[in-house]
């Protein structure tokens, strides 16, 4: 489901005002209770969607009043069966974006994209295996043991995160995201050579060939892959999938990069390292480009020159480098 238990503690002479707030948004499921330490606690449900600007209010108007809480529950059912009233579509105004969050709140995407981010045990161990994984099913020109170390690399979340991180002028979640890929790459390339290193690689198999060839179509893989990633996390739809299209892109030109490179095939190597660069670039210019159409801001407002220029400024260098590789493939691989 796509809505939300929110819960909302203030101290009891600020009911009244809260209740009002909330009921600005929701008219019914609503509900008060009274807490220890002279608080009360406002639960309600409410779209997802609608979720942000509802907490954006209840924390402009409480965040300095001490107890103050919201708390945030996914929805996953509800009996009897919570039945959404049809709406009409809002008029367009100029100050709003193009596009609306569809799935949750700027707090939920936050949370969800920092807590995906992080250069643990488990993810390095992840990057090892599929790396090992990807590397067999490419030497075997096994699709389905390909497909399978694409489903666990655990890539899409630092892509994400960089994108999410330049929109919103949080540059420390995006230092951090730009670390944690760093690692996962280090990690899959140095796998990925000792196995070229250790096994004799054959650089005429089907599946080794595919990804040291790059042509426009490579392009569009890699900015739907990238479009993909940012909206499983704004539409709270099941990342785990979504997360393969960015391991298509960025998983096998990496490790037959690798393998080449350990084998000593230096000149066909090349073509998949200039085919990874296109995947990372699309992929980050995509994100950027979608959180901005669907109205990802700062929550507060002294941060959005920052947040416009960051993003403006991150287009500008992916669509550059873009522009820069589209003309290496025009005229270099033709």
């Excluded at 220890?36 to 300095?64: P, Q, V, W």
């Excluded at 529950?73 to 709406?87: D, H, K, N, T, Y």
């Excluded at 892959?225 to 990496?254: H, K, N, Q, R, Y």
């Amino acid at each position: 489901m796509a809505n939300r238990l929110l819960e909302v503690v203030v101290p009891e002479d600020k009911k009244d005002q809260a209740c009002k707030v909330v009921k600005e948004h929701v008219e019914d499921k609503v509900w008060t209770s009274s807490l220890s330490e002279n608080l009360i606690s406002i639960r309600l449900i409410i779209h997802s969607a609608k979720s942000g600007e509802l907490m954006k209010e209840l924390e402009s108007a409480f965040r300095d009043v001490d107890g103050f809480r919201i708390f945030v529950f996914p929805l996953e059912a509800s009996v009897p069966r919570i039945e959404e009233p049809e709406e009409e579509e809002p008029e367009e105004e100029e100050d709003k974006p193009r596009f609306t969050m569809l799935g949750v709140s700027i707090d939920e995407l936050y949370t969800d994209v920092t807590e995906a981010v992080g250069a643990t045990r488990v993810s390095a161990i992840l990057v090892i295996l599929a790396s090992i994984v990807a590397a067999v099913g490419l030497a075997r020109n096994n699709v389905a043991v390909i497909i399978g170390a694409m489903v666990i690399a655990p890539f899409l979340g630092p892509n994400v995160a960089i994108s999410l991180g330049t929109v919103l002028g949080d540059f420390t979640l995006a230092i951090k995201a730009v670390r944690t890929l760093l690692v996962a790459l280090v990690l899959g390339v140095a796998v990925s050579v000792s196995i070229g290193i250790i096994f004799n690689i054959d650089p005429t198999i089907h599946e080794i060939v595919s990804r040291t060839q790059v042509d426009t179509t490579d392009i569009a893989l890699a900015l739907s892959s990238g479009v993909a990633g940012t909206l499983a996390f704004t539409t709270a739809v099941l990342s785990s999938l979504i997360g393969v299209m960015v391991a298509v892109s960025l998983l096998p030109p990496l490790a037959v990069f690798g393998m080449l490179l350990g084998g000593g095939h230096y000149y066909a190597c090349l073509g998949a390292l200039f085919l990874f660069a296109i995947n990372i670039v699309c992929i980050n210019l995509a994100g950027v480009v979608t959180f901005r159409l669907f109205g990802v801001r700062p929550k507060v407002w002294w941060k959005e020159d920052k947040a416009r220029a960051g993003a403006r400024n991150a287009m500008i260098l992916w669509g550059t480098l873009l522009a820069v590789l589209c003309l290496i493939i025009v005229f270099g691989y033709t």
